[in-house]
């Protein structure tokens, strides 16, 4: 497949851009000026390839040829920081425009786990998620007006929002929900994200879904 990713430069983008050239996808990762990724050789893949683009995620106009012919569009794009931000929203949007002028429907985009309480334990739901929400105010803000602006797309999206991200190799356990959190998943390694976002792609029982994932 032709996968567009965006915040490719990012440790998630950069794991996904590995991943899904390795997987024999055709990948352009899109990053900013200045920016670089050092995108898998030939010898590392099994028939994908890589190619870098330097964009503006925030400019619609700059990225709709980026997007244009691709099979489906992954955001991994993160806030800079805890302060206020507008990064998930505003890319969100100059990406929902410009698959909308393109014709392209399977988005993909990463949230966080901290802005959903469903299902949740009575520790993690009245001491955890308070302090959480205290300290990542600006952030989980941001996340929360980006979800609401792609759930009103008419796009095939599915929102992918795991736990705090570690390093390190892939465990290989994935656990999922679509009706709530996961009991008892605290974090998940970022290349256990990248392997998941590439194993929804084409997955339907995903589509127009939230899915709250970890280890």
Same mark, same amino acid.
């Given at each position: 497949m032709k996968?567009?990713?965006? +915040? #490719?430069? +990012? /440790?998630?983008?950069?794991?996904?851009? /590995?991943?899904?050239?390795a997987a024999g996808h055709e990948v352009t990762a899109v990053v900013r000026e200045g920016s670089t990724v050092q995108l898998p050789t030939p010898a590392g893949t099994v028939g994908? #390839? &890589?190619e870098q683009v330097t964009a503006d995620v925030m400019d619609p106009q700059a990225i709709?040829?980026?997007?244009? !012919?691709c099979d489906a569009v992954l955001s991994v794009l993160g806030p800079? &920081? %805890?302060?206020?931000?507008?990064?998930?929203?505003?890319g969100a949007q100059s990406v929902?425009? #410009?698959? &909308?002028?393109?014709g392209v429907r /399977?988005?993909? @985009?990463?949230?966080?786990?901290?802005?959903?309480?469903?299902?949740? !334990?009575? @520790?993690?739901?009245?001491?955890?998620?308070?302090?959480?929400q205290r300290i990542l105010r600006e952030p989980f803000a941001d996340a929360r007006r980006m979800e609401q602006l792609v759930r009103a797309s008419e796009l095939d999206w599915t929102?992918?929002?795991?736990? =705090?991200?570690?390093? !390190?190799?892939? =465990? &290989?356990?994935?656990?999922? %929900?679509?009706? !709530?959190? @996961?009991? +008892?998943?605290?974090?998940?390694t970022r290349a256990d994200v990248a392997a998941y976002l590439l194993s929804?792609?084409?997955n339907a029982a995903v589509i127009r879904k939230t899915v709250v994932i970890a280890n």
């Open positions: 996968l567009v990713v965006f +915040g #490719a430069s +990012g /440790r998630m983008g950069i794991e996904l851009v /590995r991943q899904g050239v994908g #390839a &890589g709709a040829s980026v997007v244009e !012919g800079p &920081g %805890n302060g206020p931000s507008t990064v998930l929203t505003d929902l425009r #410009a698959m &909308g002028e393109t /399977r988005f993909l @985009v990463v949230s966080v786990a901290g802005i959903h309480s469903k299902g949740d !334990g009575p @520790v993690t739901k009245y001491v955890v998620k308070p302090i959480l929102i992918v929002c795991p736990p =705090k991200l570690t390093t !390190g190799a892939a =465990k &290989g356990t994935i656990r999922s %929900n679509t009706d !709530g959190t @996961v009991r +008892g998943g605290f974090t998940i929804a792609i084409d």
